[in-house]
């Protein structure tokens, strides 16, 4: 069957992105202290990633929308700073966690997945099963 070949004036679409990359790994430590690795692709939210690998303790009821806590992570502490500031709907809603929150509480759909933040580790409050 021959090529039909375009006009000259039909737009083309480049795509220099085929594919989203997967990066490295969180690690989620569960209240009996076993390790989850889990692979994230970028742009995720840590909670996503985590309920796609299974990682137990991480609900994420509302998907996302910051009205369900389940999600709540205790980030280990050298991580916790360079996640950047907390914003207040998120602030608000630590203050709902089924386990009362620390100084290295996070929601973890409020944790967006990059390069950076490989080897992200994060621990599972025992309440969240
Ligand atoms: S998934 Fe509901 S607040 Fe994070």
Do not use: Y
Not at 58 to 70: K, M, R, T
């Amino acid at each position: 069957m021959p090529l039909i070949n375009p006009p000259e004036s039909t737009p083309t679409l480049r795509v220099s992105h085929l594919h989203s990359r997967a990066h490295g790994f969180r690690i989620f430590i569960q209240p009996d202290g076993n390790k989850v690795k889990v692979d994230a692709v970028d742009g995720t939210s840590v909670m996503k990633a985590a309920i796609a690998s299974g990682v137990r303790g991480i609900i994420g009821e509302c998907g996302g929308d910051l009205s369900c806590a389940s999600c709540h992570v205790f980030v280990v502490k050298e991580w916790f700073d360079l996640l950047g500031p907390i914003g207040a709907f998120e602030d608000e809603m630590l203050d709902a966690t089924s386990e009362d929150r620390t100084d290295c509480s996070r929601l973890s759909c409020q944790i967006v997945v990059t390069p950076s933040l490989e080897g992200l580790t994060l621990t599972v409050p025992a309440s969240q099963r």
